[in-house]
């Protein structure tokens, strides 16, 4: 996971000095972006001996680079380009990264980009001494011009010079052997720059045999005073010439060893393979165990994680949530029925225990009934009830406002005539507190579809969205509309959705509703329904957003309704 990754610039580049220091020896493998980057940076092997192995820092490849974003290895790719790979890789990582600097550019573009490198968090570059625009070195035939040595030098001098700190390395990467030009031409080359003040000198060979290299060590050894030498590494990149190990070229004297380009090239022909084999089959289903399951990578990019941390955070504000359910209304139905809705019996549970037990499911536990008609009983424990003894001549907001002493945090109201899924509330609570909303109002536009009785006049919102013809149909994931109308007297031309009955309010939110209110009830205004208040709140210009749900809900409004709810819960 990258958040376990976390290093300050200056430890970073320092910290590959000093791991040569400490262990004289350094390997290191290519990644080409943050995924690449992470599984670099955390691979590693248990030994028989116990003891664990792996790579000690990462390199930035202008090979894989530029491959991966489909260009070839001619520095085509802008230094703006590469510095987004090399932060990719440095975002996600610990180890140090060591940056193919291909030619470094002119005296002045090596200057920035030391800087750049530097302040990135870069613990080495190395730069390549062949004119601009270099070609790939490994391509047998290809056309390869060796720049001046005192313009390659002057290029190291200026380098050094401008770096701040002096952790930060510049090496000299030699392609004579690759030209053609023979181990004395490269040793004379090294020797001009390791003067110029290179950190060190990586030798490049495309040999299938590693003689040529170590025949190179050999002679840098012998012939390079001690003095020359000192507090210099010496680079090897056995790509072509791999059947040498790492410690083999150790003991002749490399003290870094790069593996290149592996992880891109084996990625690249599994990516191949794949296609392939979805394409002979018609389908994915034969390739599925030779891939990496989604699980997997959502652990390695720290994704499970992020889902642990966002349920304790949920679970956390759940805890302080409360639900306020004002059920003291009396309708034709009550009248009928001689009961409050909340207490209708929906296959051997009340319309209030299945409330309760949906909230139960998303962890919210603090909750609040406002009683009226048929009191008596209501009788549900760990719940805190309060009565509202003018339920025959108040509506639901005077309810509501009857448990006003609960309104000191955030808190849901819902209506005693909803049924609803767990889903409704937790997306409500989270998305709401995520978003830090203060008000928001769960809405749906599946109502449109639905017959409803002529008698019954819909809670209908119209809401700023720009296409009142967008279908809904799934939960959104951000509350990117306000309020704008709200009420039983709004067309269907002229409305967006239906509120359900559902409602969060911050404690800022609260505060709101109840200033609102209390302001109202002074310059005796009618107020016959919530909606009343809603409203006002959006004239005030306060925002009040909503959540959109298709479905997923229900209201008890007449016996028919009953019916359709007991089918709902026939197996609960």
């Given at each position: 996971m990258s958040l376990r990754h976390i290093i300050d610039n200056k430890t970073r580049i320092r910290l590959l000095r000093r791991l040569i220091k400490k262990n004289k020896f350094i390997r290191v493998i290519e990644a080409h972006n943050g995924l690449s980057a992470l599984l670099a940076n955390d691979t590693k092997i248990k030994l028989e001996t116990g003891r664990e192995k792996e790579f000690d820092a990462i390199w930035e490849s202008s090979l894989t680079d530029s491959a991966s974003k489909g260009f070839p290895d001619i520095e085509v790719v802008s230094f703006d380009s590469r510095l987004h790979t090399i932060n990719e890789i440095l975002e996600v990582t610990s180890k140090p990264l060591i940056v193919d600097g291909d030619t470094g550019g002119d005296f002045n573009q090596f200057e920035y980009a030391v800087k750049r490198l530097?302040?990135?968090?870069?613990?080495?570059?190395?730069?390549?001494?062949?004119?601009?625009?270099?070609?790939?070195?490994?391509?047998?035939g290809t056309k390869q011009d060796l720049e001046k040595i005192e313009v390659f030098a002057e290029k190291i001098k200026r380098g050094q010079k401008i770096k701040i700190h002096k952790d930060f390395m510049i090496v000299a990467r030699m392609e004579s052997l690759i030209v053609g030009h023979g181990i004395k031409e490269a040793l004379r080359r090294a020797r001009i720059c390791l003067k110029a003040g290179a950190d060190g000198i990586m030798i490049h060979s495309k040999r299938t045999e590693p003689t040529e290299i170590l025949?190179?060590?050999?002679?840098?050894?012998?012939?390079?005073?001690?003095?020359?030498?000192?507090?210099?590494?010496l680079i090897a990149v056995p790509t072509t010439y791999n059947t040498i190990t790492d410690s083999e070229l150790n003991k002749?004297?490399?003290?870094?060893v790069i593996h290149a380009n592996h992880l891109l090239r084996s990625s690249f022909i599994a990516i191949e393979n794949t296609a392939k084999k979805i394409l002979l089959n018609d389908r994915s289903f034969e390739v599925e165990g030779e891939?990496?399951?989604?699980?997997?990578?959502f652990h390695k990019v720290g994704f499970m994680t992020v889902k642990e941390k966002d349920k304790k955070a949920a679970d956390k504000l759940k805890s302080k949530i409360k639900v306020i359910i004002p059920a003291a209304g009396i309708t034709d139905l009550t009248k009928k029925l001689k009961s409050s809705i909340s207490l209708i019996d929906i296959n051997g549970k009340k319309v209030l225990q299945r409330q309760i037990e949906v909230l139960a499911k998303v962890g919210i536990d603090n909750i609040i009934v406002?009683?009226?008609?048929?009191?008596?009983?209501?009788?549900?424990?760990?719940?805190?009830?309060?009565?509202?003894?003018?339920?025959?001549?108040?509506?639901?907001?005077?309810?509501?406002f009857k448990a006003e002493r609960e309104m000191n945090g955030p808190f849901v109201t819902l209506f005693s005539d909803v049924l609803f899924n767990q889903s409704i509330i937790n997306n409500l609570v989270v998305q709401s507190a995520q978003a830090e909303a203060d008000i928001v109002l769960v809405v749906d536009e599946s109502y449109k579809n639905h017959r409803h009785s002529k008698y019954k006049k819909l809670d209908l919102v119209r809401t700023n969205k720009t296409n009142a013809m967008e279908p809904i149909r799934k939960l959104t994931d951000s509350l990117d509309e306000q309020v704008v109308y709200i009420g039983k007297n709004l067309t269907d031309k002229m409305v967006h959705y239906e509120f359900i009955g559902i409602a969060y309010f911050s404690k800022?939110?609260?505060?709101v509703l109840k200033e609102v209110y209390h302001s109202l009830t002074k310059k005796r205004a009618r107020l016959s329904s919530f909606t009343d208040v809603v409203?006002?709140?959006?004239d005030r210009g306060y925002q009040v957003k909503i959540l959109k749900t298709y479905k997923g809900w229900m209201e008890i409004h007449n016996e028919d309704d009953i019916k359709l709810a007991g089918k709902f819960y026939r197996n609960s």
């Open positions: 530097e302040r990135a968090g870069v613990s080495m570059v190395i730069i390549e001494d062949k004119t601009f625009p270099k070609r790939n070195s490994l391509e047998a025949e190179f060590a050999k002679e840098y050894y012998r012939k390079f005073p001690k003095k020359l030498l000192k507090d210099k590494v002749n004297g490399f003290h870094i891939l990496a399951t989604i699980r997997k990578i406002v009683t009226g008609f048929e009191k008596d009983k209501f009788g549900l424990e760990n719940l805190r009830y309060y009565v509202n003894k003018d339920y025959g001549t108040t509506g639901v907001l005077a309810t509501l800022k939110g609260a505060t409203q006002e709140i959006v």
